[in-house]
């Protein structure tokens, strides 16, 4: 035991090497938790104040860049489906990978992919690009639903392609890649039902697991008290586990009655599930073996959201719900709804948490800043001109916050 949990964090930190404390490296931050160290982040923004750029996009997108070596990357799509009804011809829909300058807001590459035809004639809200770009400091990996799975330099030299499926879905793809040792690990729910986990140099197939049903979860990593980890994946009806090397089921405990979207967060070992149009939040204890529903199943509780992901701050869970346009605060050790707020407008981005802040991005109505306590604080709410939609999570970039919208990148930061 004491030699595969060496070997495990020796090939963590050779996985690392290249990426810097500052970086986000894939979908909400480092260990998917939508959580930065940073402070001195902007409080309040509009076009006139805080905003230090703002880069037109060649296309839209639900998808949320990373940050890699002082350089921001980002998928979009173009000629096809953009705005709220179905525009040109599916054969003109053309992928793209960007590659944007923090420093100055200017485009460095933008990598045109043709698609895997026949696509969705229309994807509805999310689009074409909705899941975020991952990396391990080497490369930069996207994930393209029927299109696959590419990896590229991080200057944008193509390297590979696979495909992990070839269904399609009127939601579209939403899950993001998970790197994990020397693995690509993909929730191929909708292409092909599967769990895929891809050989990062070649891009051959390794392992498959079953089970995805009516999942948009991103894969997550739960750290145990003893260093290992496990992979956990939120899907209809189901939470299950898998080694991440090997793609073997651990175990499964009942889950969400619904299709998935929300993402999982964990702390001290514990995974934390929300999800579903009847609305619920769960608290798993991870590491168990078998059908752990009984025996690691902490609390239940009436609380949840359709799209929007949690974030855990100090001893509590925060999220909006874009279902119901509810603010929640749920205690992690038991489940006690703290409060639950009626909130202004409606979120599809999952929270942010810095700074003593929780940053929530509506898709409409702008960003609101609450503080991040279990009392319920509106601390500013901010909004550009651009009417554009924006579904994207933001991210901390150094002491900036970057935001995406359907038509701009944006990067605000603070005068204080």
Known sequence: MIMRICCHVIAVLCCVTSLNAADWPQFR???????????GLPLTWDDASNLRWKAKLPGAGASSP???????????????????????????????LLAVSHAE?????????????????????HGYAAATPATDGDAIYVFFGKSGVMRFTPDGEFVW??????????????????????????????????????????????????????????????????????LVVSVRDD???????????LWQCQGIPDYVCPSIVSKDGIVYVIGGRQSRAMAIRAGGRGNVTDSHLLWSANAGANV???????????????RNSVAYCVALATGEVVYQERFPDQPYASALAADGKLYIVTREGGTYVLAASPEYRQLAHNRFAD????????IVAGNDLILRSDSYLYCIGSDD
């Open 239 to 249: 939470i299950l586990a898998f080694d991440p090397a090997t793609g073997k089921s």
């Open 105 to 125: 807001g200017s485009i460095v590459f933008d990598r045109v992919i043709e698609p895997t035809f026949p696509e969705t004639e229309r994807v509805r809200d």
């Open 66 to 96: 990373i940050l890699l070596n002082d350089q921001l990357y980002v998928t979009c799509y173009s000629g096809y489906g953009q705005g709220t009804s179905s525009s040109g011809e599916l054969k003109d829909l053309r992928l793209h």
């Open 387 to 394: 009417r554009s939609t924006f579904n994207a999570s933001p």
């Open 161 to 230: 392609r696979t495909s992990v499926g070839d269904g399609t879905h009127e939601w579209g793809c939403g899950t993001s890649p998970v790197l994990f040792e020397d693995l690509v690990i993909v929730n191929a729910s909708v292409e092909s039902g599967d769990l895929v986990a891809l050989n990062k140099q070649s891009g051959k197939e390794v392992w498959r697991a079953g089970g995805m049903k009516a999942s948009w979860n991103t894969p997550h990593l739960v750290t145990l008290p003893d260093g290992r980890r496990e």
């Open 308 to 322: 929007c992901s949690p974030v855990i701050h100090g001893d509590h869970l925060y999220w909006v719900s874009d």
């Open 29 to 39: 931050g480092v260990d998917s938790q939508g959580v930065s160290q940073a402070t």
